[in-house]
């Protein structure tokens, strides 16, 4: 495992966001959903697109709070411009789980 310094670490904005969208992607190559993520009023609603179809269906993702990162370029991927990034994790079948607070904090909140 490669080590970092803090100051790396402290340049990546890890925000909590809440998804108020989530539509099939149809173009993509690989199966995913378009997320809108509302990240509060700083940040606002970022567009992103999501490789998670395996676990999760688009109704049953909104209102769900996520960790992204928010300070990436943005990213063309097919027809559409990706504003951040969603976190999640792989779980044993490399199906994707999403990153996501425990309880409630406020949308925009910067992962310490």
């Known amino acids: 495992m490669q080590q970092i310094e803090w100051n790396d670490f402290?340049?990546?904005?890890?925000?909590?966001?809440?998804?108020?969208?989530?539509e099939v992607?149809?173009?993509?190559?690989?199966?995913?959903?378009?997320?809108?993520?509302d990240f509060g009023e700083e940040l606002g609603i970022r567009k992103s697109s999501a490789q998670i179809t395996k676990l999760y269906q688009p109704?049953?993702?909104?209102?769900?709070?996520?960790?992204?990162?928010?300070?990436?370029?943005?990213?063309?991927i097919g027809p559409i411009q990706s504003e951040c990034l969603v976190t999640g994790f792989h779980n044993a079948e490399?199906?994707?789980?999403?990153?996501?607070?425990?309880?409630?904090?406020?949308?925009?909140?910067?992962?310490?």
């Open 59 to 76: 109704e049953n993702l909104i209102g769900k709070l996520v960790v992204a990162v928010v300070n990436f370029p943005k990213k063309q």
């Open 25 to 37: 992607f149809k173009e993509a190559r690989k199966p995913a959903y378009i997320l809108q993520v």
């Open 10 to 22: 402290t340049k990546v904005e890890l925000r909590v966001g809440r998804i108020v969208q989530a």
């Open 94 to 112: 490399g199906e994707v789980a999403l990153c996501v607070p425990e309880f409630d904090v406020p949308l925009g909140t910067k992962l310490l």
